[in-house]
């Protein structure tokens, strides 16, 4: 990969186990906005879709869902869509720090899926991805597997549509910068209910 020359992106969408204010998932409400806080601080991180009339970055084009939401009866989800450096930057941003603590505790939010949690795939840099190109990637993903135009970080693959060897030492040392630059914001979050 020409270093710059792509970013990558994530989609992730699931199901909240009940609505959203409601005190099931009160601990995914509170934290949210210190997630997309925590993101901003990250090394690798590029920017992130908004959501339409929400305070915030812009919607990157109208949010739309994958077909599995309307399987489920819901008329809503919960989904972003975000931009990276490499996928390292986002590794380190996942499986550390603020973000992993609501992955340990998103059992409790979120109804069981039955479709992937994620899809991650390639854009030109200086372009952003709709919401409606991520869905499609998303059930790509869904119904194919893995391959060059729509992965996950298990069967990741590089802009030339070559198989991705992930630098772990690399993500290991962008998780220590992430962790130091979100310090007061984690420190929020271990004081949160679950």
């Not at 906005?33 to 929400?54: C, I, T």
């Amino acid at each position: 990969m020409i270093a710059g020359s792509h970013h990558l992106a994530i989609y992730n969408f699931g199901i909240h186990a009940e609505s959203y204010l409601t005190a099931p998932v009160q601990g995914f409400a509170l934290r949210e906005p210190l997630n997309f806080e925590a993101a901003s601080y990250a090394a690798g991180f590029v920017g992130r879709s908004g959501y339409a009339g929400e305070p915030g970055p812009e919607s990157w084009g109208e949010q739309v869902f994958p077909r599995f939401l309307k399987e489920t009866g819901r008329d809503s989800g919960v989904s972003s869509l975000s931009l990276w450096r490499d996928i390292e930057s986002l590794m380190a941003f996942t499986y550390s720090g603020v973000h992993a603590d609501a992955l340990k505790h998103a059992r409790h939010w979120n109804e069981r899926q039955f479709w992937p949690p994620l899809v991650l795939f390639w854009v030109e840099a200086g372009r952003r991805p709709a919401w409606k190109q991520a869905v499609e990637r998303f059930e790509l993903l869904a119904d194919h597997g893995p391959t060059p135009e729509a992965f996950n970080f298990k069967s990741a693959f590089a802009v030339d549509g070559s198989p991705y060897v992930v630098d772990r030492d690399h993500v290991k040392l962008l998780s220590l910068q992430n962790l130091e630059r979100q310090a007061d914001l984690l420190s929020v979050v271990k004081t949160l209910p679950v």
